[in-house]
């Protein structure tokens, strides 16, 4: 993975320097609270309903287990012995005190990392496929694209005053575990017929208020051209985007009201007429940041390991576990890990500084030191010997932490919600939870399949509840906690926005609403079927009756 | 006839505090001072004071129900902000706020 | 209204001429961009320096062929909600090779001063009251910037493998 030369380090401390002189100036009055607000979410500090919230990057959610141990001890030293992973790759903790937060990025500079640009209206953090730079579907590292792209775009002087937030997602594989559809950019690399590495370029997707899928500006550029079209892209949205409505100046608002034509019309012209601008990254640093994530140093091993295979047999539960959380490496003998932080009845995205140091010695022992958050706010051990599968499972299911609920319905994305979060109009966490325990059964689960839950405590969808299979949407009636269920989302490669099935359930009511949806499926469903493709197949009109029967 | 409190974040910490009668903030409710819709106003000015001295920030007006020693805020929100998430946190014994409950003069 | 120019504050040689005023002879005046486009025969024929104030909505692109006219080009920036300037600025000095005084007027704040820069202005008129030291400091606030921009400075990506 990337490690901070002296250039990344002398960045990212100075910044620190900038961040704890705002910080004392803010305590004793020489700078407001208007203007510190915006300083200090450019480095990831939020002020929720209880405490102050800060949001750790995690770059395209690589990360270490030295990085993964010194998040732990933030959460000790700083918080309170917690932290949350979120639909974006990143790390929230919920409880800091202000006079800290320069301190705790000191730590994370320790271990290369910040919390630079993880909120306020600038790039935030690029995210990617978890399984990047080993999935047996994958056709190229992403990886040193999004480290290119992370560098090109922090404290990028032209783009730090953006109209509004911008997020770019990386997929490089036939299927889109990144949600690329629904980003402000969203890159898939490819290659052309004549093996050439570009990406086809989506923009204008988004979530929130009004949803969109992103449109394909390009369907085919060159690698070469990746920085200047970007930079195209976020020069026509930094000029022409709207800033006179907040809830209107994303980039997809733009592209909604030009059209795609127009849209590229514009960032064409812009690219081609800086062709001639300085070079903006040379083959050199190419090549470095590609060295830093040459593959770890596999053993030659055979794709089938027969003590695998036989402890497969003998060992129904680690077999169960096998069968959901595995997915396939192109690595011969390997196996890609899937940690899903999802216990029944738990906080989704929750994790205790304890298990941070246990996961961290795993992917020590397991992994080559390394493991990835993913979009749904899991974790990935991505390089497990199959010959060390077994004893893996052995700690995870001795620590609690080997559920065998991956895109399982208990597998759900979850918010904050009105338990943290100052703009959430209903909680969010509390439903996850009974559903979770609604369906805790692993034979239903299994019988159900793939199941994509997301809630959304509010309209700004951070659970990503458009694109679940079915979605929560918290809203506020006369006092009173709702959630609008919507169904049909993807955020896959057959991306759709979900839709409203009717009229919002009652907090008491919700979760008995999402079992006769899912009773519903496995009463009509054709075999072979998903919840998601039943629906498409026939329509929400069966569910709705079943919902919505009066007896 | 309404009973109205002034709240906000203490500026140390995030944590939720209330305004008491003698002008500091404490996080505890019950200690908040209590006034009537006609003394809102008043009130509310008192927020721009706590900011001045760098205590507090966003403060702002809360509605409350109940008596001396009981009270409750009356949106869901702000029964969240007094007295804690709903949920229980990972490997916490409760889900009771730290913040000190006493009085902190101004 | 103190002026920041080539790393120390300056005496400010131009003044914003009102709208119904005219010039005097030889002397340097900045005007907004309205009344340049209404073609005042008054700015048209006036013998002394002339520079022209572009609001935060007026691109560079209305001005691309008068360039010439102007020694110093103010950009209007709106403070942290506004950051088209930004990109005017560039798209001057890359695109359009403007070679003259590239000034940020309008609002300007310390922690946008080092980005101003990177972007090409070389000039910043401060509102009074501002701290003058820690304008002055946030010029050269981060010494080793990842990416090129349109001040010269050369980006960490390269140094890295230029050894400078």
């Keep these: 993975m990337y490690q901070y030369d002296e250039f990344d380090t002398r960045l990212t401390n100075e910044r620190i320097g900038e961040y704890r002189d705002q910080v004392a100036r803010r305590v004793t009055g020489d700078l407001d609270e208007d203007n510190f607000r915006n300083l200090r979410l450019r480095n990831g500090l939020y002020m929720q309903l209880h405490a102050y919230m800060l949001r750790v990057a995690i770059p395209y959610g690589l990360m270490s287990s030295d990085q993964l141990r010194k998040l732990a001890f933030i959460a000790r030293t700083y918080d309170k012995d917690y932290g949350h992973f979120t639909t974006r790759q990143n790390l929230q903790y919920n409880w800091p005190e202000l006079e800290d937060t320069p301190d705790i990025l000191a730590h994370l500079a320790e271990v290369d990392m910040s919390a630079i640009q993880t909120s306020g209206n600038v790039n935030r953090n690029v995210t990617a496929d978890a399984f990047a730079g080993v999935a047996r579907d994958e056709i190229e590292d992403p990886r040193p694209y999004c480290e290119i792209v992370r560098q090109f775009l922090t404290l990028n002087p032209e783009f730090s005053w953006l109209p509004r937030k911008f997020k770019i997602a990386v997929s490089a594989a036939a299927e889109d575990r990144a949600a690329t559809t629904v980003h402000d950019i969203g890159l898939l690399l490819i290659h052309n017929a004549a093996g050439d590495t570009g990406f086809r370029v989506l923009v204008g997707g988004g979530l929130g208020r009004s949803p969109f899928l992103g449109k394909v500006l390009r369907l085919f550029l060159p690698k070469d051209d990746l920085l200047p079209y970007i930079q195209a892209i976020l020069r026509v949205y930094n000029m022409e985007g709207r800033r006179d409505n907040i809830f209107k100046a994303r980039i997809k608002i733009l592209v909604h009201e030009l059209g795609i034509e127009r849209f590229k019309d514009k960032v064409e012209a812009e690219f081609e007429a800086s062709a001639g601008d300085p070079l903006f990254i040379g083959t050199e640093e190419e090549a470095r940041i590609k060295a830093q994530f040459a593959a770890p140093p596999y053993r030659a091993l055979d794709e089938y390991d027969p003590g695998h295979e036989a402890l497969l047999r003998e060992n129904p539960a680690f077999a169960q576990w096998a069968t959901h959380n595995l997915a396939a490496h192109k690595q011969a003998g390997y196996a890609i890990v899937n940690l899903p932080l999802k216990p029944i009845g738990g906080i989704p995205g929750d994790v205790s500084a304890d298990q941070m140091d246990f996961i961290a010695g795993l992917a020590d022992t397991y992994s080559f030191g390394e493991l990835r958050a993913t979009h749904r706010q899991n974790l990935v051990l991505a390089d497990v010997a199959k010959s060390d599968l077994y004893s893996l499972w052995q700690a995870l299911d001795d620590a609690g932490l080997a559920p065998a609920n991956l895109d399982r319905i208990t597998d759900i994305i979850c918010c904050p919600g009105m338990d943290y979060c100052s703009l959430a109009t209903a909680r969010s966490i509390p439903i996850a939870q009974r559903i979770s325990e609604r369906f805790a059964d692993q034979e239903r689960q299994d019988l159900i399949g793939e199941l994509k839950l997301n809630i959304s405590g509010c309209i700004n969808a951070c659970g990503h509840h458009h694109i679940g299979h079915i979605g929560l949407l918290g809203v506020e009636k006369n006092g009173e906690e709702f959630y609008q269920i919507t169904v049909g989302g993807s955020g896959a490669r057959d991306a759709d926005i979900g839709r409203i099935i009717g009229p919002a359930f009652a907090s008491e009511d919700v979760v008995d609403a999402v079992e006769t949806l899912v009773d519903t499926y496995l009463d009509i469903r054709a075999p072979g079927e998903r919840f998601l493709d039943t629906l498409r197949r026939i329509g929400s009109e069966p569910f709705k009756e079943r919902l919505y029967a009066t007896d | 006839m309404t009973q109205h409190m002034l709240t906000a974040n203490r500026l140390s910490n995030g944590a939720v505090v209330y305004l008491q009668g003698g002008g500091g903030w404490s996080g505890d409710i019950q200690s908040g001072q209590v006034v009537a819709a006609e003394q809102c106003e008043a009130l509310e000015a008192e927020g721009p004071l706590g900011m001045a001295a760098n205590i507090v920030v966003a403060p702002y007006v809360i509605e409350v129900e109940g008596n001396q020693g009981n009270y409750t805020p009356v949106r869901r929100r702000e029964r969240i902000r007094a007295f804690g998430p709903t949920v229980v946190e990972q490997d916490a014994p409760s889900s009771q706020k730290s913040e000190d409950l006493n009085h902190v003069p101004v | ?164």
């Design chain 3, 1 to 164: 209204m103190p002026l920041i120019k080539d790393g120390a504050v300056r005496a400010d040689g131009w003044i914003y001429l009102g709208d119904d005023d005219d010039p005097a002879d030889g002397q340097s005046v900045i005007i907004d961009y309205a009344r340049w486009h209404a073609g005042d025969a008054a700015i048209a024929g006036h013998n002394g320096p002339l520079g022209i104030r572009m609001r935060s909505d007026q691109a560079p692109e209305l001005i691309k062929d008068d360039l010439g006219r102007f020694d110093v080009i103010a950009l209007e920036f709106l403070g942290i909600a506004d950051g088209r300037s930004f990109s005017h600025a560039r798209i001057l000095r890359d695109r359009m090779g403007y070679g003259g005084e590239l000034r940020a007027v309008g609002g300007v704040l310390e922690d946008q001063i080092f980005f101003m820069r990177r972007c090409g202005i070389d000039a910043f008129e401060l509102d009074p009251g501002r701290d003058i030291g820690r304008a002055m400091a946030a010029l050269t606030q981060f010494s080793a910037p990842y990416q090129a921009s349109s001040d010269g400075l050369e980006p960490a990506t390269s140094r890295r493998h230029s050894g400078r």
